[in-house]
Structure formats: structure tokens, C-alpha cells
């Protein structure tokens, strides 16, 4: 069974930076676009950042822009989201996604999650 693994959250203060990665297994993760998404407790979950399968194109949730990036490496299988100036809103349980396309849609299939915490 292909699995999608997430890791690399942690608690930092605002203004802080985290990269998170997205490591999946299988031979097919470059026939897809990837995404990350955020879910917040009480709050329905949210798109971050999509990229699409050669990583030529991205896409960015407008409350993101300028401060997150995704990026991917298929010979490695994993895909990454290096998040600056990280602000206490951005505490959420992160998942990464496959999809069609930099900007989806986007598939019903997530890893384990990793936890952000952003302090104020």
C-alpha cells in the first residue's frame, strides 16, 4: 500500500522557520501534483501550497504568499514546505496530498500529519 509519510513539525515561536517534508513510497509519486494542507482544531481544513508533478508550477493559499514555499525532489519521493515568519495562525495539524494539478483538485489520501505550533 502506497503511504505518504509527514514529519518535521515542531513548536516554534512567531517568526520562526519549519520545513516540513512529505515522503511517499511507491514508483508513481511524479505522475502526481502534491499539496499541503492545515486543519486547526474547530476549523475546517485548509490549502496551503500545491506544486505540480515536475515542480515547474506552484500554487499558494493568499494568506501564505511570500512567506511559505513548496518544493519536491522525485528522486526522492518527498515533497517539502519551508515555512517562514511562521505566525501563531499557523498552529494546524499539516498533511500532505496528491492532486491533478498545482492547484487541484485534490485527493481524499493523507499521511499521519505533523503538528505545528507557533507561540506568540
Known amino acids: 500500500q502506497v503511504q505518504l509519510v509527514e514529519s518535521g513539525g515542531g513548536l516554534v515561536q512567531a517568526g520562526g522557520s519549519l520545513r516540513l517534508s512529505c515522503a511517499a513510497s511507491g514508483r508513481t509519486f511524479s505522475s502526481y501534483a502534491m499539496a499541503w494542507f492545515r486543519q486547526a482544531p474547530g476549523k475546517e481544513r485548509e490549502f496551503v501550497a500545491g506544486?505540480?508533478?515536475?515542480?515547474?508550477?506552484?500554487y499558494y493559499a493568499d494568506s501564505v504568499k511570500g512567506r511559505f514555499t513548496i518544493s519536491r525532489d522525485n528522486a526522492e519521493n518527498t515533497v517539502y514546505l519551508q515555512m517562514n515568519s511562521l505566525k501563531p495562525e499557523a498552529t494546524a495539524v499539516y498533511y500532505c496530498a496528491p492532486g491533478r494539478a498545482a492547484n487541484g483538485p485534490w485527493y481524499d489520501y493523507w499521511g499521519q500529519g505533523t503538528q505545528v505550533t507557533v507561540s506568540s
Open positions: 506544486i505540480s508533478r515536475s515542480g515547474f508550477s506552484t
